[in-house]
């Protein structure tokens, strides 16, 4: 739920013009340690590349790192120095980077966000939010009530139903305010 939406999102706005707009151009590469990849609820997903194939990140114009569950090790990978190097790597290129739900907690462990506005998961059937204080320990300023947080070029929301509009605010940077409107409009958003 928390990855699929860049694909769909990126994929209609390649796909299909809407009648008034261009088609972009906007390819989403998927990526991991490995090949298959068990996420949440064990789930396995095939990715297109394995991280440590990649030589150069100067071709791609965004990162998006969906959340996940610490007990199916989410936070083995997301917190690993190749993924914060990589995180680093972006930010210092002003590229933009968006997270959905914990997502947001690696980039806090990278150390981009200290003293930026951000966003993690928050549980709200309780009155405080472990992964917020997580992310505040990072060194986040983090906006506590607010579903998307957008610093810069940095986007974090606050639980998975953000996703899919995390990706239609990434596709705008990386297009423009009326091909995000036409593809919300497309997808029946």
């Avoid at 090949?35 to 095939?46: A, P």
């Avoid at 709200?124 to 986040?140: E, P, T």
């Avoid at 239609?168 to 497309?186: M, V």
Wanted: with cysteine; net charge negative; proline share 2%.
């Amino acid at each position: 739920m928390e990855f699929t939406p860049f694909v769909d999102v990126m994929g209609w706005a390649r796909e299909d013009d809407g009648g008034d707009d261009e088609k972009a151009d906007i390819r989403v590469i998927t990526c991991g340690f490995n090949k298959m990849v068990t996420s949440t609820f064990g789930v396995t997903v095939q990715v297109d590349e394995i991280l440590s194939d990649i030589k150069s990140f100067d071709e791609y114009d965004a990162l998006a790192i969906p959340g996940g569950f610490e007990n199916y090790s989410f936070y083995e990978e997301a917190y690993s120095e190749v993924v914060s190097q990589l995180i680093r790597d972006f930010d210092s290129k002003n590229k933009f980077i968006a997270t959905v739900c914990v997502g947001a907690l690696a980039l806090g462990k990278s150390g981009i966000l200290k003293g930026r506005n951000a966003t993690t998961y928050r549980n709200n059937l309780r009155q405080h939010s472990v992964r917020q204080q997580q992310l505040k320990d990072f060194g986040a300023n983090v906006i506590e009530n607010q579903s998307i947080v957008i610093d810069n070029n940095i986007i974090t929301s606050y639980n998975p139903q953000t996703a899919p509009y995390v990706a239609f605010k990434l596709l705008e940077f990386l297009t423009n305010e009326n091909k995000a409107k036409t593809t919300k409009i497309l997808m029946g958003f």
